[in-house]
């Protein structure tokens, strides 16, 4: 009878170990990514487009652009459309908004960039509208924020998408070859569309395939900066130049430097994993080969490099024309080649709960964080940590209830002034030169602040248009250091400590920073073509304050400085917009107790009671097992002790 009690309590012992500290981390949050078909790739489109109308909207180039269709697509045969879908916050863009383009394939059959751009898209779109619950009646129990916190993300990582879906606007285009995607074939009817661009490419041989005709269409109707278009078959991150027309040896791209610093980031963000190496990265004529009509130097230098830029003159599909394309080819545009085989195994991808820990890598979950990594890039950005030893949250930033900025109230200040010291880190950049912290007499507008193109430090005058708009005013500089971006193997980049002066009860403290100024100053003689500066919207917008360019009604205008959302301090005076008298509040903290647990997971009652229930058949069964194990012993002793009797018995006996 013993022992059969002591295995059942051993037993028992052991399942609630198991439940207690492995299956959370083993069976709990494991959602694994999925290669979707043509009709899953729709459903999830329309699926985020419906769920999160604020954030996303869904088109086709046909609706939109009036392209034609080619093929039939999906289980049901319908015809192909060439789908796009925008994220952003109208409440939040306008014409400076940078544009940022993401395309997950040109060829059908490299599969790893259509999962990773879709679930990226899902991703962003749940993370801001968690955020706007968490600021409403629905606060953390609403629908958003408990996906978001049943994968095991924590609340941070939701404030960083939300803000960046509110600064920046993202197409993204999963499937641009729908055909060859639904038919997993590289080509669409026989055409390479990465041959299929205007550059460098003879005019009948571009734009035959409505492929090529969907990207035209989505760059001439905006002004993107940034871009990425994955491939398969290789590991590689790649940048121009990649055209024979510049396969000079010993030449780099007038934007190398910047284009060599964004690359770096995204390979060491992405990192590796077992059966791949991590991204190598370089130019495209060094790493992969220089080809004819190819996307990546369209997307850079259609704009600009007039004599590779070519009118296409295609007679499929009943022709097409390309139209003017203006501003909108000065692109950095980013070439992924996502894995060694163009279809990996599903189990290779990595799993939801893994993209922001990098833990259980996959081609999913690096593919995912290098492109937050660019998106990210696209802007530089203070991000307020401390303010008066006090956790700070940005609310012009994250909050989402209306445009306009100026949300940033707290209490304090005196009469005559007096110092506050202020943390903050600078992201969207690779090195910050130098910044400047000054108070401003008076209350500001994040959105006048955000049209300021120079800073002049003399006991600083702002310029505004030409003409001073704040004169003499106290500020504090401080040396440079790194941004978010410098080793994201290693860190988040530099905590930059600094004093506000002079702050009294009606005034404002703004951060201004510079950064990446290198980007601008390489040697030109060593560019193709030679001693022409930076071309890319990208580099010109952080570097040359007299830059300035415009298409398809967005702007791009150069600065140097770029600075913080507002602290204003005081009561908001009358007609303010909103009132936050303190940032240390539950609300802006970690999610831990009080209904989440240590991962930000929501919990119940039910759970709750079950841990613990979980907890006491622990210690019951640890309790049993020690009394049946002490029981065992005493017993086995005892006839220990009579064996020992009796044998000296029968030695006295034999005596």
Known sequence: MLPLLLRIAVKATLTALFILFIAPSKLATAKPFTYPTYDDMVDLLHSTSSTHPRFSSLSTSQSSFSLPTVGTCGASSTPCKNYFLTLQDRTFTSELTPDIFLSGEVHGDETVGPSTVLYLSSLLATASSCVLEHFTDDGDSGSNCIEWYSLGYVFSDALWLSRLLKSRRIIISPASNALGFSQVKRAENGIDPNRDFAYDQDPSNCFRTVTGRHINEIFKNHLIQLSITFHGGMTAIAYEWGSPGHNVKGTVSPDNLAQKELTRGMSDYAGTFKGEVKYPYNSMNRIVYPVHGGMEDWAYAGSWDTGYFVECDPTTYGGYSQGSMGESLRAFNVLVEASRIKKPSESSLGRWEDVFSGDNNGHVTRNVRLSLLTIDMAEPYVEVLKFGGKDFVDYDAVAGLGAGGGRNWVEGGAEDGGDVSVEFKVHGCVTVDESIVVTVPGHVNSTLLWSLQEITPTRYNVIFDGAILYDNI???????????????????????MGTAGGVGEESSVVIFTKVDKSWGEEDRTL??????????HYV??????????????????????????????????????????????????????????????????????AEFSIIWVLVGGVLITGALIAARRKKRRAMIEEYEMVNREDVADSV
């Open 474 to 496: 106290v500020g504090a500089k401080l040396n440079g250091g790194k941004g978010r971006w410098a080793e994201p193997e290693k860190g988040e980049g530099d905590v930059f």
């Open 527 to 536: 560019f193709e073509p030679k001693n022409v500066g930076p071309q890319s």
């Open 540 to 609: 010109n917008a952080r570097t040359n304050t007299e830059y300035e360019k415009s298409h398809a009604g967005k702007k791009v205008v150069g600065r140097i400085w770029w600075p913080s959302n507002p602290i204003n301090i005081g009561p908001p005076s009358k007609g303010g917009i909103g009132h936050v008298p303190d940032y240390e509040g539950e609300s802006f903290k970690e999610k831990k107790g009080k209904g989440y647990d240590e991962r930000g997971n929501v919990t119940n009652g039910e759970s709750e009671a």
